[in-house]
């Protein structure tokens, strides 16, 4: 919801790949603590990149139109650990 606020998104038509994956990553001003930022460790950016690229496929994927898909919240992990899908929905079209 803050993000929708705060107008501080990426978006681009799916799918992604990693490098353009890792790109959005780069514009979300708010994504730049999971750096490291204040001493904390830094968030697994890579894992980041591979869910958004693996999220994005469901946009081509063979099967069932995919009408809407959502993860939230996804919790970025420190590096080397991943992230965590709290909650996802997928709508079939």
């Given at each position: 919801m803050l993000a929708e606020i705060l107008r501080d998104r990426s978006i681009r038509l799916a799918p992604v790949d990693l490098a353009e994956a890792k790109a959005m990553?780069?514009?979300v001003v708010a994504l730049k603590?999971?750096?490291g930022f204040r001493g904390?460790?830094?968030?697994d950016?890579?894992?980041l990149a591979q869910a958004?690229?693996?999220l994005?496929?469901?946009a081509v994927h063979d099967g069932p139109a995919v009408a809407e898909?959502?993860?939230n919240p996804l919790m970025v992990l420190p590096k080397g650990?991943?992230?965590t899908a709290v909650d996802a929905l997928v709508k079939l079209g």
């Open positions: 990553i780069g514009e603590t999971l750096a904390k460790p830094p968030g950016l890579d894992a958004l690229v693996s994005s496929r469901l898909a959502e993860i650990e991943g992230v």
